[in-house]
T-cell receptor, first 113, second 110 residues
Framework: NAGVTQTPKFQVLKTGQSMTLQCAQD?????MYWYRQDPGMGLRLIYY???????DKGEVPNGYNVSRLNKREFSLRLESAAPSQTSVYFC????????????FGEGSWLTVV | SQQGEEDPQALSIQEGENATMNCSYK?????LQWYRQNSGRGLVHLIL?????REKHSGRLRVTLDTSKKSSSLLITASRAADTASYFC??????????FGPGTRLSVLP
């Protein structure tokens, strides 16, 4: 099983450029998440999708947009990248929101210069 | 402090020793989970303990939960070099998404 697959693995952007991080899961999970991980900060939730057709803001949504394209895919878009968005981004999924194990992708390293 | 906060921030032990890391949280929870992250990789689920459980075991892992003190501990017995990783607790407060702490970096020296 591939689990949660996210692309690209590494990306360098110039300030103001846009890009989309792609994520797909093959576990038939209802809920999907985008986190960012910064040193000493743990994981912070950017956006989540509790089920297909719904998306909601997490803790740090500013500067990001998401699309739940279908049950499998959940993309994260940076419309105008800023250096503060330099981070490691993780896509994750779970069967549901409550009391479930979260399955993570391998991460996308994004640098904004 | 954050909802989930691990202690210590970093821990170095010798192979074969036991490693204990703690997690404290602020609000009531439905359950608490521990995850491991190897360098450059995603997080991997280790164990889930529900709010009505006090202790749980999985292989060399032992997790305790004290809801009165709002704390949990993860014990790794007979540690190996392969246990070197960061360990995160994730809490599941009512009506909120999972909240992760900043993690404990464990180094197991051969």
């Amino acid at each position: 099983n591939a689990g949660v697959t996210q692309t690209p693995k590494f990306q360098v952007l110039k300030t103001g450029q846009s890009m989309t991080l792609q994520c797909a899961q093959d576990m038939n999970h209802n809920s999907m998440y985008w986190y960012r991980q910064d040193p000493g900060m743990g994981l912070r939730l950017i956006y989540y999708s509790a089920s297909e057709g719904t998306t909601d803001k997490g803790e740090v949504p500013n500067g990001y947009n998401v699309s739940r394209l279908n049950k499998r895919e959940f993309s994260l878009r940076l419309e105008s990248a800023a250096p503060s968005q330099t981070s490691v981004y993780f896509c994750a999924s779970s069967p549901g929101q409550r009391g479930n194990t979260i399955y993570f992708g391998e991460g996308s390293w994004l640098t904004v210069v | 402090s954050q909802q989930g906060e691990e202690d210590p921030q970093a821990l170095s032990i010798q192979e074969g020793e036991n490693a204990t890391m703690n997690c404290s949280y602020k609000t009531s929870i439905n359950n608490l989970q521990w995850y491991r992250q190897n360098s450059g990789r995603g997080l991997v689920h280790l164990i889930l303990i529900r709010s009505n459980e006090r202790e749980k075991h999985s292989g060399r892992l032992r997790v305790t939960l004290d809801t009165s003190k709002k704390s949990s501990s993860l014990l790794i017995t007979a540690s190996r070099a392969a246990d070197t990783a960061s360990y995160f607790c994730a809490t599941d407060p009512p009506y909120q998404n999972f909240v992760f702490g900043p993690g404990t970096r464990l180094s197991v020296l051969p």
